[in-house]
């Protein structure tokens, strides 16, 4: 049984105040956007939690299917410096492993974090799963496990556009996994 107002008090608390709940079935993954991963990522072969080291997309689909409740956390951000963006990334994804981890001891032992953006725990990564300095913190990103981060949060009725500037305010989209 998920106490979801239990869940969204430890997300608050965490600083996530902005999420909704979807289901697994309502996670789109689509084999193009591994296809993005693979020719047009820079990230691609650097990271331990992006293409190719992560679960195929059928894979991946099964693995979502397997949960009926997700917490999608909205985490906006406009920041004055680009180069500020991997130091703030870094932050918040640690603050959303503590939320996994509340949630998990919260009784729900399937809690699984995506992270918001692709893991930057590291400041040099070895770019394989095996070789990971971090293995038990690393998480993927939706976008690594296939999903069309767009069309699952706009069906959750959360805002997500394609950013023209640097200056415009930016959604980004965790994903807490539960049973
Ligand atoms: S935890 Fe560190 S080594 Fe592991 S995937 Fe993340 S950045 Fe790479």
């Known amino acids: 049984m998920v106490d979801k107002q239990c869940i969204e008090s430890i997300a608050s608390k965490h600083g996530c ?89 919260a009784g729900h032992h399937k809690a699984f974090l995506l992270f918001m953006d692709e893991c930057r725990l590291c400041n040099e990564c070895p770019g394989t799963r095996e070789g990971c300095l971090k293995p038990a913190m690393a998480r993927p990103c939706p976008e690594a496990l296939g999903v069309d981060v767009f069309s699952t949060v706009r069906k959750a009725g959360f805002p997500i ?12 989209y965790a994903f807490l996994l539960v049973e």
């Not at 789109?28 to 020719?39: D, L, P």
């Not at 556009?161 to 980004?172: A, F, G, P, R």
């Open 17 to 105: 105040k902005d999420c909704r709940w979807i289901s697994g079935g309502d996670v789109k993954v689509c084999q193009w956007v591994r296809f993005k991963c693979t020719f047009g990522c820079d990230s691609y072969g650097k990271k331990g939690t992006c293409p190719p080291a992560v679960p195929s997309i059928p894979e991946c689909r099964e693995f979502f299917s397997e949960y009926d409740h997700i917490l999608v956390l909205r985490i906006t951000s406009t920041l004055d410096d680009p180069n500020d963006r991997k130091e703030w990334s870094r932050k918040k994804n640690l603050a959303l492993l503590l939320l996994e981890h509340e949630v998990f001891l």
């Open 161 to 172: 556009e394609v950013l023209t500037e640097y200056s415009q305010e930016m959604n980004s």
